[in-house]
């Protein structure tokens, strides 16, 4: 990443601002013409550097205010089809295996995230997609932290 | 929320317009004025629904290294362990759950020696020591897109 590049992710790694030419106001910082800003974002994400640019949600606020973290015990030799088979699940948002395993034991971890359903019932419904037996679910408590990562 | 407020919530998660007017092309989508779009979408940020608009960067892809981590802390010692893990600025999030490891946090570090010279401060400055460090091998899905 080249001054330029850096400076540009280290303004939209936070946010851009709500308003009608948010890459201009950006542009206008870094004395920059607003075609270059807009470049330099595409070619982060078509380099996958930027996985995603666009809202990033409070997913509470947003209506889905049930969600667990869900730990399964999943045989080596089956983690990569049960992995994909839980990561094509829409209310599932991460889908991660773990070394080493949580308890000695489980190794792919879930965050699972309901709207309206109750999450154990979701989570029955993978162990029967899966026929994994062996889980957890982790019910967050209390929040202490969370943001977005500055990496710039 | 009215279904407009859906349509640009889904639009500006899944396919934010990398264009000058990004906010126009989304106005044009849903059948309403640039303007009521620019109003609806601040009223979603002042409300606490968009925590922000911006990039979302491939940690990995940079070649950072990032874990979770599950502690088990005494009671007495969760207000000050909580403390010193969210003044790091490497953790995202962090959360007690109902189990004896009872806090739960992920870190994000530029490489692994800054990721274990975190966890040994931490656990010099707490007296906590019994620390998970859980590092992700594959990754199967990281998706912070929600269907609205």
Not at chain 1, 23 to 44: C, R, S, T
Not at chain 1, 108 to 126: E, G, P, Q, Y
Not at chain 2, 79 to 88: L, R
């Amino acid at each position: 990443m080249n001054d330029l590049e850096l400076s540009v992710a280290q303004i939209v790694q936070k946010e851009i601002e709500i308003t009608s030419r948010p890459f201009e106001k950006i542009a206008k910082e870094l004395n920059l013409p607003e075609a270059q800003i807009i470049d330099i974002i595409n070619y982060f994400c078509s380099e996958g550097l930027i996985r995603k640019f666009g809202a990033v949600l409070r997913h509470q606020k947003a209506g889905f205010n049930k969600n667990a973290l869900v730990i399964w015990s999943v045989p080596e030799l089956q983690i990569n089809k049960i992995g994909e088979a839980f990561a094509s699940l829409p209310f599932v948002s991460h889908c991660y295996e773990r070394n080493p395993a949580f308890a000695g034991r489980y190794n792919l971890f879930t965050m699972v995230h309901s709207r309206d359903k109750d999450i154990r019932a979701l989570v029955s419904s993978m162990s029967f997609l899966s026929g994994i037996g062996n889980f957890m679910i982790l019910k967050s408590l209390q929040e202490y932290k969370k943001s977005s990562p500055e990496y710039f | 929320m009215d279904e407009i407020d859906k349509k640009i919530l889904n639009i500006l998660q899944k396919e934010f317009p990398l264009t000058a007017q990004p906010f126009l092309v989304v106005a044009e989508k849903c059948g309403i004025s640039e303007e009521e779009t620019l109003k609806r979408v601040q009223k979603m940020k002042d409300e606490g629904i968009i925590r922000r608009i911006g990039a979302v960067f491939d940690g990995a892809k940079l070649g950072r290294v990032s874990t979770l981590c599950a502690a088990r802390v005494p009671e007495d010692k969760i207000d000050n362990f909580v403390k010193v893990v969210n003044a790091h600025k490497g953790v995202t999030h962090n959360y007690r759950r109902d189990h004896d490891y009872n806090i739960w946090f992920t870190v994000s570090a530029a490489n692994a020696d800054e990721l274990a010279a975190f966890l040994n401060n931490l656990k010099e400055k707490t007296g906590v020591t019994d620390i998970l460090d859980m590092r992700a091998v594959k990754t199967f899905k990281i998706n912070a897109s929600f269907d609205i």
